[in-house]
């Protein structure tokens, strides 16, 4: 997502289905998925490292536990140049300025570290997915944001850690009392909200393939870990049944 190495949205090991298709879908809401994986995106961890950090080139990144000292240089073997741009995203830094998404290169050498075998004439289309993603998810952390602390005008990401092998406490309620599959990945973003940290988790999950477009929805919400995350959740929902049964 950024110069710096995370974890990130998508399922890369299912980008074989999708790759070269020219549009993507999200939502909201969660649906059914099929597998899980991490994704070893990489972000240049060392050249977003926080504020006043020294410059480092080994060892991991502290906003995210991902290794430093990646960088943009072509993969031994690959055929195909591609793009050393990045591609600056909306989502505010913990410090100064926006998160940067990685380039085309960058996510490359990431998906041959971990043994990927991938076409680079693909990976444009992989890069404009995993962006749309991440921009995706910081659109309902803004949702709930403005929804209940409408006050803070000035909300930025400050970390994040993927957790894919952690499944969260409703992705367990789906799973063994709906019948649900579990979702291919998970991550925990901290933002600032004008001062105060606040834990948001994100379950990731592979939607039905519309034609040309492969669909992947988003299920973003406050950690339980707070009176007020607690009364926002129960707000939400009691707002959500509301217009569910009077509304309709």
């Known amino acids: 997502m950024s110069q710096q190495e995370k974890e990130c949205p998508v399922d890369h090991s299912r980008f074989a289905k999708v790759a070269g298709k020219s549009a993507m879908s999200a939502s909201s ?30 060892g991991l990144n502290p906003l995210n536990n991902i290794p430093l000292g990646i960088n943009d240089k072509m993969s031994e073997g690959q055929k195909e140049r591609l793009s ?17 998404y990685p ?8 998906l041959k570290r ?3 075998e991938t076409n680079e004439g693909d990976i444009p289309t992989m890069v404009a997915i995993h962006n749309f993603l991440n921009e995706a998810c910081w659109g309902e952390i803004l949702k709930w944001e403005s929804k209940y602390h409408c006050d803070c005008k000035d909300v930025r990401l400050s970390r994040f850690q993927g957790r894919p092998q952690d499944l969260s406490p409703k992705a367990r309620w789906n799973i063994f009392y709906h019948g649900a599959e579990k ?3 998970r991550h925990d973003w901290t933002v600032n909200r004008c001062g105060e940290e606040v834990r948001y988790v994100i379950d990731y999950y592979s939607g ?8 992947f929805n988003v299920d973003v919400r406050p950690a339980l870990d707070s009176p007020t995350a607690f009364f926002d959740r129960a707000r939400d929902f009691a707002s959500n049944a509301w217009n569910k049964f009077f509304n309709n």
């Open 84 to 100: 050393m741009d990045r591609e600056v995203s909306s989502i505010p830094r913990g410090d100064v300025g926006n998160w940067d």
């Open 103 to 110: 380039s085309p290169q960058a996510f490359y050498n990431a």
């Open 183 to 185: 979702p291919f990945d």
């Open 29 to 58: 809401t969660p649906a059914p998925a099929a597998g899980a994986s991490g994704c070893p995106v990489p972000h240049d961890a060392g050249a977003s490292m926080p504020h006043g950090h020294p410059p480092a080139s080994h």
């Open 208 to 215: 039905h393939d519309e034609p040309d477009n492969p669909v």
């Open 114 to 116: 971990k043994g990927w």
